[in-house]
T-cell receptor
Framework: SQQGEEDPQALSIQEGENATMNCSYK?????LQWYRQNSGRGLVHLIL?????REKHSGRLRVTLDTSKKSSSLLITASRAADTASYFC??????????????FGQGTTLQVKP | SQTIHQWPATLVQPVGSPLSLECTVE??????LYWYRQAAGRGLQLLFY??????ISSEVPQNLSASRPQDRQFILSSKKLLLSDSGFYLC???????????FGEGSRLTVL
């Protein structure tokens, strides 16, 4: 079963605006990760936040994690047309041992209009 | 540096035909390997993972099988394809020490 659910499913904004995507999950986790996928391509890792962290930054990306609500958000600031892609959250569940299995959500499709 | 190769990139197969998708990783040893499937406009479904040669774990019972004949080679197979096997198949790897997955460019399978 899918662990993460993203919201919204689709988002359309103008260049320069901020984009916020949310992710909810169901079980205890070791970490939560965000990935980007350009159309027809493989996924690229963006950022990882551990269960004992609340916020993390990487360039124009800001990720928050609320383990009490089992939710995370990804904020992309000052968006660019090149940010147009699908974004997925993925959870590394507690108790998965060395399997390293990640369970992905359904994704948010972001369109940034020039 | 590490790289991952996945092939073929695209294939169209008739129902009932066999399938073999191959994935190889370079520049690392003893990686964990994964096969995911992505239906159109949807998220990724984990199909198989492997933590070592000959060790395969199946996440979803289905028409597919996986094998790991060598440390850095992961193969996805089917003896007889179904229409429902159509999709975008992604191979990925990670080491025990890294948290993130590294993905190949995917194989798009259309079963007619």
């Amino acid at each position: 079963s899918q662990q993460g659910e993203e919201d919204p499913q689709a988002l359309s904004i103008q260049e320069g605006e901020n984009a916020t995507m949310n992710c909810s999950y169901k079980t205890s986790i070791n970490n939560l990760q965000w990935y980007r996928q350009n159309s027809g391509r493989g996924l690229v890792h963006l950022i990882l936040i551990r269960s004992n962290e609340r916020e993390k930054h990487s360039g124009r990306l800001r990720v928050t994690l609320d383990t009490s609500k089992k939710s995370s958000s990804l904020l992309i600031t000052a968006s660019r047309a090149a940010d147009t892609a699908s974004y997925f959250c993925a959870t590394d569940a507690s108790g998965s041992g060395n399997t390293g299995k990640l369970i992905f959500g359904q994704g948010t499709t972001l369109q940034v209009k020039p | 540096s590490q790289t991952i190769h996945q092939w073929p990139a695209t294939l169209v197969q008739p129902v009932g035909s066999p399938l073999s998708l191959e994935c190889t990783v370079e520049g690392t040893s003893n990686p964990n390997l994964y096969w995911y499937r992505q239906a159109a406009g949807r998220g990724l479904q984990l199909l198989f993972y492997s933590v070592g040669i000959g060790q395969i774990s199946s996440e979803v019972p289905q028409n597919l099988s996986a094998s790991r004949p060598q440390d850095r080679q992961f193969i996805l197979s089917s003896k007889k394809l179904l229409l429902s096997d159509s999709g975008f198949y992604l191979c990925a790897w990670r080491t025990y020490y890294t948290g993130e997955l590294f993905f190949g460019e995917g194989s798009r399978l259309t079963v007619l």
